[in-house]
């Protein structure tokens, strides 16, 4: 980032030299404009600010944020190195999984679980079924 800004800069400052000076808010929307798509939350942040910021104060936002940016990836880096080390390390006390609702099941994995007593899910006790009547 420090390169990008310092190369932005120095091409205001040429074009100044010569006789075509470049106002502040050129030099900001042109730093922010040839920004990465990495950028564009605070690219836009920046660009919607009344008043523009300075080129100072708009290169500190962005050095800013390559920093936190690149810690996020560090963090995330070792936070993945952590969860690969600890899914790829067997446990010495665990078992291997049970199935215990396989057990209990009419022999389906898709049945579901049964009921303890072994009882539909029916009509109620007095009610024969559908169309045949108690007389």
Do not use: W
Not at 5 to 15: A, I, N, P, R
Request: glycine share 6%.
């Amino acid at each position: 980032m420090a390169a990008y800004c310092k190369e932005v800069k120095l091409l205001s400052d040429q074009l100044n030299s010569v006789g075509c000076p470049v106002d502040n808010q050129r030099l900001v929307l042109q730093l922010l404009t040839g920004l990465s798509e990495r950028y564009d939350g605070i690219s836009t942040i920046l660009q919607n600010r009344d008043p523009l910021p300075d080129f100072n104060e708009a290169r500190s936002r962005l050095t800013m944020e390559e920093k936190k940016k690149s810690h996020q990836v560090a963090a995330n880096a070792t936070v993945s190195a952590t969860a690969l080390a600890t899914s790829t390390q067997p446990s010495s006390d665990s078992a291997p999984p049970t199935h215990t609702n396989l057990a209990r099941s009419s022999g389906s994995p898709n049945s579901g679980p049964t009921n303890s007593r072994n009882r539909s899910r029916g009509r109620g006790r007095n009610n024969p079924g559908r169309g045949n009547r108690v007389m």
